[in-house]
């Protein structure tokens, strides 16, 4: 559960915004506002170069910045919302089943 504390939170908790930020900026960690817990921000999807098994390739990345507020959610249940959310949305099939349960 991301949420440790659900007792706790009341109204809007959780933001999600679009690509922000300086031109030419690769990351920007988005600030939580008042009564948000927590905010996922997407940076912009780009052409970048990474290291696949032992290789340097490059690959169409979409950076994403997670902010939190310590105080209500655990940091390792954190971790593993980012790390499921990546899993979703490397995997095609992931993907479209997540958006199908949701509605």
Do not use: W, Y
């Amino acid at each position: 559960m991301l949420f440790e504390k659900d007792d706790l939170l009341r109204g809007e908790m959780v933001s999600v915004i679009g690509p922000g930020g300086k031109p030419g900026t690769e990351v920007a960690p988005p600030v939580i506002i008042d009564p948000e817990v927590a905010i996922l921000a997407t940076m912009k999807i780009a052409d970048r170069v990474r290291v696949v098994d032992g290789s340097i390739v490059v690959r169409r990345t979409l950076p994403l910045c997670l902010s939190f507020d310590h105080r209500l959610i655990d940091g390792a249940a954190a971790a593993r919302f980012a790390n499921e959310l990546k899993t979703i949305l490397q995997d095609g099939a992931k993907l479209l089943a997540a958006v199908n349960a949701v509605g």
